[in-house]
């Protein structure tokens, strides 16, 4: 800015507004009394002072402006800045017919003292509140973003709602506490006024009888379609004739029709058709009163059952199970009774098993034997909560979570309904999905379940919910409790084949092209691409080499000119390449003292692994490799106390334990962990130490405490299933776990020997060779 000292300049009188410092305004010239003042300012490099003139007085206080523009055509404007309040003296005489007067700049004090802030703030609000109410505001932020209260004010003032005496007041006022002060007072009548003006108004439109401004709305909006060259009504009806048609309870009723009349009384042009347009159909599109009805014989259901899965006897009791309640529940009425019997007495089925043993598509089977629709939602990656129950419609793109969206998907109120990979449900900051699904899960509120993007209560009772996952330790504790845990444990060899015979092989000849009888695979060549070519617990792995022995058949069929091919275990190397499976002979790991053979259950199913133990010079260091977890070092420290306190029951000088002892589990890319390994590692030390070697027709399991008892562990079924696929014939397990082996297939209890033991005693006996 200039330097503002007192200089004589030409006046330009206002007679219908009041210019302050910091305001840029537009002036219309239209008097020649103005015209010669704009141009006087040549001689005042580009500056005038511009006084109020009220009733033919002019102010004592004048504003001293810069001439920013003028643009002259059809008329003439003038755009002009304020620069500073200025006091008039005594006029000057001129070379022109314009008034020249000495203007004496006010220095304004600049007042930041705490009370004239919070007048200020007071001011803001008040001023902010009265634009809102003349649907400007949006200027508030530009208009009230000043920080300093003096000029708060002068940028504020220019309204219409002020009179230009008041505007001359606060022109004339120089103190700065003071002109917020009466600043404010001014701004409080004027909001009371429209406070005033807009209630009477409200009053008035509110005592117009509902009924008839409706009926006037309506039949303005017709018009104006009708005009538009529109269909009137067309939409909306259809939207009515839907809602008396679907089945819905009242209280959705009730939401669709009152979105309905808000469609109806919108302007075409609101975005907020689309939205409820959106929202109306996906309401809609839920299958309201729509039930399939469910195949109730039982022997029929148990058929399908068989027909699509080989094994997992305790899966299809329990299916049968649930299907003969449902027959009970139908034939006495007590689905139609009117109360709250029906709710809670659902089932949520947990499937936990290590991959490919049949989870998913057994999803399916249970539909199909049922005689329901199935869909599936997969749970994996999800860190969302919104998946699950939708996003809240005030966002862009809004739609339901998975849930309804997969009921729609169904087209059925009572579908079977997998839940996929459960157990890898993330959460992060946007929440998470199991807390969402602990509703969904709990028979005794799933009546209920609340989608976000619908707003009103889903009846999830009718259906069958089946959940999977390859392990139970990542599933919340709260989600777990919802469940009725089933474990399946994965096949045996002999189930394998099997199933590749039954299932597989059809299916992989048929995906190439091929009937059944062009390729036959003998009975051993099936067993020897199980036990060389795959090393899982489920057939996923199986099912993939036979679709290359498929692609490979066909080739020869399409190539050699020959009707079939036969497929023998010689003809393997040739279809499948190199075996790629090569597992660990017992006989060969044990045959020197310190390695025991010991049995774990990893993600992909039950698996055998070697402990090995050697010493070497040192100080009583215990060094444990292999990518061991917290739990499984703290049972080799355990396992080396045990021998250390008991040295000489077992015959083991106690000077050979003060040596450096290394305890290594292969294979050391794979993370492993749990207390089972116990009796392993204890058997490996105490072989090492006494030069006994380990039988190698045994492995075991279970975990040692300091008193050397064995306590039970999980698992043992994978775990001799395991055992078996690796040629052992006997297996030690805890005395606890011998009711356990009631769950295996007779085929392995027939051709193994099982030891429950409850001493670490009793497992060196039976586990050492004799010395």
Known sequence: ??????????????????VFPHMVVTVTIESDEAKRAIAATENSGGRLLLVPQLEGEYARVGTIA?????????????????????????GQPGTTDVLWVEAMPVEEPHDHSQETLELANQ??????EILDHRGIGEVADRLLGADDPGQLVDLSVHSPDLSTAQKIELLETIDVHERVERALDMMNTVLADITLRRKVRDDATERIDRSQRDYLIRQ????????????????????????????????????????????????????????????????????????????????????VLDADHTGLEDVKERIVEHLAVRKLRKERGVDDAEDDHRRGGGAILLLVGPPGVGKTSLGESVARALGRKFVRVSLGGIRDEAEVRGHRRTYVGARPGRIARALT???????????????????????????????????????????????????????????TANVIETIPAALLDRTEVIRLDGYTDQEKVEIARDHLLPRRLS???????????????????????????????????????????????????????NVTEVDLVDLLGKPTVFRDEAGERTRVPGVATGLAVTGAGGDVLFVEASVMPGNRELTVTGQLGDVMKESAEIALSYVRSNAEDLGIDPDDLDRAIHLHVPAGAIPKDGPSAGITMTTALVSLFTGRKVKDTIGMTGELTLQGRVLPIGGLKQKVLAAHRAGLTEVILPTRNADDLDELPESITEAMTFHPLDDISKVLELALEEG
């Open 66 to 90: 810069e001439i920013q523009e003028v643009v002259t055509g059809e008329g003439t404007t003038a755009l002009i800045s304020g620069v500073a309040r200025a006091s008039i003296g005594t």
């Open 220 to 303: 303005q909006m017709e018009s104006l379609r009708a005009e538009l060259g529109e269909e009137t009504g067309t939409v909306i009806d259809e939207y009515r004739q839907k809602l008396a048609e679907a089945q819905m309870p009242e209280s959705t009723t009730e939401a669709v029709e009152r979105e309905i009349d808000r469609l109806e009384r919108m302007n075409d042009q609101s975005p907020e058709i689309g939205w409820i347009r959106t929202w109306l159909d996906t309401v809609f599109d839920l299958p309201w009163g729509t039930r399939t009805t469910d195949n109730l014989d039982l022997g029929d259901a148990r058929s």
């Open 511 to 565: 995906s190439v092209g091929l009937e059944p009888e062009e390729v036959t695979v003998s009975d051993e060549a099936m067993a020897a691409i199980i036990e060389s070519y795959t090393r899982e617990a489920g057939v996923r792995g199986l099912e993939r080499m036979l679709d290359k022995l498929a692609r490979k058949s066909a080739m020869k069929i399409a190539t050699d000119d020959t009707d079939t091919v």
């Open 123 to 128: 001011f803001r609000a008040v001023v902010s």
């Open 1 to 18: 800015m200039a330097d503002l000292t007192t200089t004589t300049l030409p006046v330009l009188p206002l007679r219908s507004g009041v």
């Open 409 to 467: 998907d169904a087209g059925s109120m009572n579908p079977v309904f997998l839940l996929d990979e459960m157990d890898k449900v993330g959460s992060d900051w946007r929440g998470d999905p199991s807390s969402a699904l602990l509703e969904v899960l709990d028979p005794a509120q799933n009546h209920t379940f609340r989608d976000h993007y619908l707003e009103f209560d889903l009846d999830l009772s009718d259906v069958l919910f089946i959940a």
